[in-house]
């Protein structure tokens, strides 16, 4: 399951952590060279890929069917809204809405090193009915099965629908949910999942358009054996969040808290971020990004930091947008957003422009995650998919046993405190945890990433005693500390 973030009287362990300082992360991000055809990392529009399956051109007009609205003679894959990664195969699935699913199987299923198309998983007519797309966008949780959202304008005239497989080979799917979480709402163009069997979460965000009251949220699916869902509108009582802010972008950081990016209709709209109760969302934060445009959007956790890929997608035709990925370190969100980036890329050949996006729609995904090393998968609609490589720059193996007893802890705590704003020539023996000869916040954070542990660790958030114990003497030794810095 992904990472559940520690809470502590309200606070993250993440934002703990802020409250003394960060220190920004450098990574490097890379088109992933054996994904795509012609351009690396791209699988462009229309474009066949040498052992791409039969069925990937049903005209044999040599065009790939599921990135390309052959109906509209234009080239561009507007049909296309919907990406997963299947961490239990590691293929990539594509949902198009080309075509008649009984002749023509949209579910494309896609080798994740290489984007070749492998088949598709089944449906037709007979089970999946209803919306104003029958299909729209696509989940997969860690247990392999897959989740499958329609697209309704009006979830009271016509209900939302999710479908659910339980791994690639199924014959067809199970209906798992349908109904309407908010009266007249339009649901269903942004979509994700957490968990898996009894324990699977889903999340649908509402578009600003129609506006109805409460549709500045999102609603939550849940399910009791993993098979059958049922709906929870999610009510956030301030504003921001405006109408639609979970519309063109949303993702878990956690199974009781979602991101999300939306509204076509302002330049100043940010990604907001909910904490989850029950039916109550609690806006927890608002952060600034590359743009307003950047809005498909997925979180993960690499090498213990908490990472949020966001895709470009709109209707620039400015030769800068090239639906680029950006890479963000939420560490901090206090931190400026020049510290916070700490990636960007396109797959796109330098000098093309992006088709434009005039939906904003699309969605990423990261694949699998090893160590420092993770990839993410992005598509922004009309742009085809592009694969990148992240690689995160390791940690120096900082330490914070100032007293070299093997353990860290409050002992260290009271060197550091005693040495701090010690500038040049500090050692680790007056509190210096990162080696750069000052004893200052950045040790602070060292020693709280490292309390009641052995060090040294590679890892930027590692793994701590029970809040109970460590944790709760962790946050009464800095507001000790605290207190006594401001009684002085």
Do not use: H
């Not at 044999?60 to 919907?82: M, Q």
């Not at 690499?302 to 890479?327: C, K, Q, Y």
Request: aromatic share 10%; proline share 5%; net charge negative.
């Amino acid at each position: 399951m992904r990472y559940k973030q520690l809470k502590i009287w309200g606070l993250s362990l993440w934002a703990l952590v802020a409250l003394c300082a960060s220190s920004a992360t450098a990574a490097t991000l890379n088109p992933l060279t054996t994904f795509g055809g012609a351009d690396p990392g791209w699988r462009a529009p229309a474009e066949l890929l040498p052992g791409d399956v039969a069925s990937a051109d049903t005209n044999s007009d040599g065009f790939y069917d599921f990135l390309w609205d052959v109906n509209d003679g234009i080239g561009f894959p507007d049909l296309e809204r919907g990406i997963a990664y299947n961490a239990t195969t590691g293929n990539l699935l594509l949902l198009s809405r080309f075509g008649n699913p009984d002749t023509v199987k949209g579910l494309r299923i896609l080798d994740g090193s290489t984007g070749v198309d492998k088949g598709f998983v089944d449906f037709d007519t007979t089970n999946v009915t209803g919306g104003t797309f029958t299909r729209n966008m696509i989940g997969v949780a860690e247990d392999g099965a897959i989740y499958m959202a329609n697209l309704t304008t009006n979830v009271t005239s016509n209900p939302f629908k999710i479908y659910r497989w339980d791994n690639e080979a199924a014959a067809s799917p199970t209906l798992a949910y349908s109904g309407a979480p908010l009266a007249g709402a339009r649901l269903g163009d942004t979509f994700d999942v957490i968990g898996s069997g009894a324990n699977t979460r889903l999340v649908a965000g509402y578009a600003r358009n129609p506006s109805v009251s409460g549709n500045n949220s999102f609603a939550i699916f849940d399910t009791i054996d993993g098979l059958n869902f049922t709906a929870t509108n999610v009510s956030v009582a301030s504003t921001p969040p405006d109408g639609g802010d979970f519309g063109l972008g949303i993702t878990f950081q956690d199974e009781d808290t979602v991101i999300g990016m939306g509204s076509f209709s302002t330049t100043t709209t940010q990604p907001r971020i909910v904490d989850v109760s029950g039916s109550t969302g609690t806006l927890t934060d608002s952060f600034a990004t590359d743009g307003f445009t950047l809005r498909p959007m997925d979180f993960a956790i690499i090498d213990g930091r908490p990472i949020l890929a966001i895709m470009e997608a709109s209707n620039s035709t400015d030769p800068i947008a090239r639906a680029r990925l950006f890479v963000y370190d939420m560490s901090d969100l206090s931190l400026p957003l020049a510290e916070r980036k700490i990636a960007e890329a396109s797959a796109l050949p330098t000098g093309m422009i992006q088709n434009a996006n005039i939906n904003g729609t699309g969605q990423v995904k990261f694949g699998p995650i090893e160590g420092r090393t993770a990839i993410i998968y992005g598509l922004s609609t009309n742009n085809g998919i592009q694969a990148f490589e992240l690689t995160i720059d390791p940690v120096s193996s900082d330490d914070a046993d100032f007293d070299g007893d093997g353990n860290v802890d409050g002992q260290d705590f009271l060197t550091w405190q005693r040495n701090f704003g010690l500038i040049g020539g500090a050692t680790l023996m007056d509190g210096d945890a990162n080696g750069d000869q000052n004893v200052d916040g950045l040790d602070l954070s060292v020693w709280q990433n490292q309390y009641g542990t052995v060090p040294p660790l590679s890892a930027a958030v590692v793994a701590v005693p029970e809040p109970a114990t460590a944790w709760l003497a962790l946050s009464g030794l800095v507001c000790f500390w605290t207190s006594r810095r401001n009684s002085r």
